[in-house]
């Protein structure tokens, strides 16, 4: 940046996992490039780590539901903030903090706003209520700023059809990995037996693993009813899953349900960790059902670290996984086909092997968060270029 005094920006997401776990990197790389950089979010625990790095952090409780009263004392509050912090970027992420943030920052007359599109609320087979509910949500949250940035590009046609969004408004950002952070070559096979052992798994179990919250959509039911059938031909199958409840959404869970499927013996949660690349290499095949997604961080990841995967055919997913290469896609909600596909990784081991080394070059050549870093700091210049620099 060709500037004297740093340019200042506020990201924006409703709960503060996002910050840690899926924009921490470009937070980070933000302010290598010389930005001043700021967090909002709801108070939570793992905000500390980006405080940390020398990050301002201002909480401003948004939730994730739709909740006017609150949504309107949240756009009040983050207005004063922007206003009084003279922010010359906000950046806003996911859909409630879009809503909410962008209509703050127009308000306060931020010269520059941006909103991060990680995946839409609703897909191919939500009610039409949602549907309609979520896409207005998203043309507001598209038409207060002035560029959207997707993570990938079938989300863009998308928008394009439905009107949220023209391809002038909205650009690709794309889904970056860690390459150095997620590498195999730092685990020896000690790493992994250490880890294996550490974690619980029995010796000689095969895992079949998951990284995602403890909420319906993102396919657990379906995967809980298609390990019963995997367990039937694999009995050593244990499932490992990452990822935090939230019980106080309505389709959230805890792991306890998992007796209701009788596989409570052969699964292991661990709740949320810092520490998922070092769990990666314990697994044998990953696996995401989800109803829909942005573009799969878990499956890039799991990808770079040689896993074969299987995931359901829904945008996001479609982008992240080149079907019958990389891994398998299987129809959405469709419990009997995720077996099958488990278990034909099982059954075939070379080849689900063969799919893993694909998927690690794919990731390397398409999926490197370096070329999301220059994309997004591209976006930036242009648009200082234009808004501040008249």
Sequence with gaps: MNTTKPIRVCRVAAVEYAFQFLLFNQLKDMKRRGYDVSVVCSPGKWIHEVEQYDISYHPVPMTRRITPFQDIIAIIRLAAYFKKQKFDIVHTHTPKAGFVGTIA???????????????FYFHEHSPFFKKQLFTWVERVVANNADVVLSLDREDMDTAKKLGIADTKKMKYLGGGVNLERFNPKRFSKQN??????????????VVIGIVARLVREKGYFELFKAMKKVLERFPNVVLLSVGFAEPEKSDGFIPAIAKKYGIAKHAIFLGQRSDVDEIYP?????????????????????QAMLLPVVATDVRGCREAVADGKT?????????????????WMLEHPTEAKNMGKAGRKRIEKE???????????KEYERLIKEKLKK
């Design 367 to 377: 999926f490197d968060q370096e070329l999301v870093f220059e994309r997004l700091n």
């Design 105 to 119: 920052a127009r308000i306060a007359r931020v010269p520059i706003i941006v909103h991060t599109n990680h995946g």
């Design 192 to 205: 992994i037996k250490t880890k294996r052992r550490e974690l619980g798994i029995p010796k000689g179990a």
């Design 327 to 343: 891994g398998i896609l299987v129809p959405h909600r469709n419990s009997q086909k995720l077996a099958e596909a488990l278990l």
């Design 282 to 302: 314990v697994m044998d095949v990953f696996t995401l059902p989800s109803w829909r997604e942005g573009i799969g961080t878990s499956l890039l990841e799991a």
